[in-house]
């Protein structure tokens, strides 16, 4: 867990027991610890300071204990006069499985990215570059549903996110279990502040000539493909990742 009450351990790239950052947790700079806003548990939470023009505020890797089944829970918090990026994204957090060398988070034999929409929605969509199952949109699309804006992406087959309101945290949490090599038992599900909006079953995460791949890596941080139209300012707290299901800290619905 990380609640960013004191920094973040940090570590070399792809090396364990801390996070892979690369900046300075500092006042003024990219990513920075703050009590000036209320946080979602204790007393800090991370602050992004997003700038004019650019994609990113920075970003944290961390390597998790090879698992079959991740469950990911975070908080997340964007200033009162938030302006979204024109087009696609962000890619908030990632859930990672890769094998041999980690070139890009697109890069990999699987990646699920937790997205939000210029609409303010909450979205899970999932690739596989590496490995044989790609045809995502198509796949998706015949078996789980069909998302109304990233193809890609699983459909809110359950409910209806609730839409990120400005200076509000909302819980985010999203589960990823492989399938069998080869097999097409694969799951994914996503909550939004405690409420199942996507779930899919039946999908092939893992193809045949991976057998001994496993979920291995957290992204925690966001990237806005077209760059940010202002100076402004996010947040995030309360990050967890488990082998079973976590809940929101003061949980309103259930699993």
Partial sequence: ??????EPKTAGWMKPEG???GVKFEPGSEMELTDQVPAAGGKRCLQYNLKTGKKSAGGMFRLLKPSECIYLRYYRMFEKAWEWPKGYGPHDTGLYAFSGEF????????????????????LVGVGSPRQQVKEWEAFIKKNVGTNPVVGSALPWNRAKPD???PMKWHCVEVMVKLS????KDG???????????????GLPLRDADHADLMLNLLFVGAYFHPGSPKD???WIDQVVAATEYIG?????ATK
Avoid: C, R, Y
């Fill in 19 to 21: 996070w892979f950052a």
């Fill in 1 to 6: 867990m990380e609640d960013f009450e004191s």
């Fill in 248 to 252: 929101p800290i003061h949980p309103t």
């Fill in 232 to 234: 402004q300012s996010h």
């Fill in 103 to 122: 070139k890009a988070p697109t890069d990999t034999e699987l990646h699920v990215l937790v997205d939000f929409t210029m609409g303010a929605d909450t």
């Fill in 163 to 165: 839409k990120i309101e």
């Fill in 187 to 201: 799951a994914i599900k996503l909550w939004v502040n405690g409420k199942l909006v996507s779930e899919g079953d």
């Fill in 180 to 183: 069998k090599p080869g097999q």
